[in-house]
């Protein structure tokens, strides 16, 4: 148990519509980070926010957007979803920001129909 | 545009033996590299990593080789256990960068 955990672990919606993925990091942690895993690739970066500001920006879709809140979880929010937003997404902590460990979370597996 | 590749999809190993598995990488800018076990319905769990300034690192069983001219790095695992069965993926980091770039992953299985 790496101490991050995300809801929902799964979650099946249709094309056009809206979700948002929930991600708590490890008690301490200020950075928090989404990856987007499709079938058979790798993990793909999209979005850092380090203590509520975000840091970095990876290959994200202008149709998603994150914010993390006072409290430093962090919600990702999809949209106009469309079939090959079907994927895993991955949330990840670390204690700083970069260049320390992230540990990820188990993810939520988004199935869009 | 795959910066860091991991061309065997699955490697099948016998307990005890050892398994290898191979990442290779096209940005010369990275220099943090990190490997990550995951099983299934589980994230990624941080392995061992190694800078671009060695060429080995080693923690128990798990051994990671980095050839920078080859632009190459493989995970040796020592003796391999069952419980090593899960996909293994390759990351890259360009020196205190957020964003890690992954391989697509590779499925090891030990079998008895």
């Known amino acids: 148990d790496s101490g991050v955990t995300q809801t929902p672990k799964h979650l099946i919606t249709a094309t056009g519509q809206r979700v948002t993925l929930r991600c708590s990091p490890r008690s301490g942690d200020l950075s928090v980070y989404w990856y987007q895993q499709s079938l058979d690739q790798g993990l793909q970066f999209l979005i850092q926010?380090?203590?509520?500001?975000?840091?970095a920006k990876g290959n994200i879709l202008e149709r998603f957007s994150a914010q993390q809140f006072p409290d430093l979880h962090s919600e990702l929010n999809l949209s106009s979803l469309e079939l090959g937003d079907s994927a895993l997404y991955f949330c990840?902590?670390?204690?700083?920001?970069?260049?320390?460990?992230?540990?990820f979370g188990p993810g939520t597996r988004l199935t869009v129909l | 545009d795959q910066q860091v590749k991991q061309n065997s999809p699955s490697l099948s190993v016998q307990e005890g033996r050892i398994s290898i598995l191979n990442c290779d990488y096209t940005n010369s800018m990275f220099d943090y590299f990190l490997w990550y076990k995951k099983y299934p319905a589980e994230g990624p769990t941080f392995l061992i990593s190694?800078?671009?300034?060695?060429d080995k690192n080693e923690d128990g069983r798990f051994t990671v080789f980095l050839n920078k001219s080859a632009k190459h790095l493989s995970l040796h695992i020592v003796p391999s256990q069952p419980g090593d069965s899960a996909v293994y993926f390759c990351a890259a980091r360009i020196g205190t960068a957020s964003k890690l770039t992954f391989g697509t992953g590779t499925r090891l299985q030990v079998t008895l």
């Open positions: 990840a902590s670390s204690e700083r920001g970069p260049g320390n460990e992230q540990f």
């Open positions: 190694i800078s671009s300034i060695k």
């Open positions: 926010y380090y203590n509520g500001e975000e840091r």
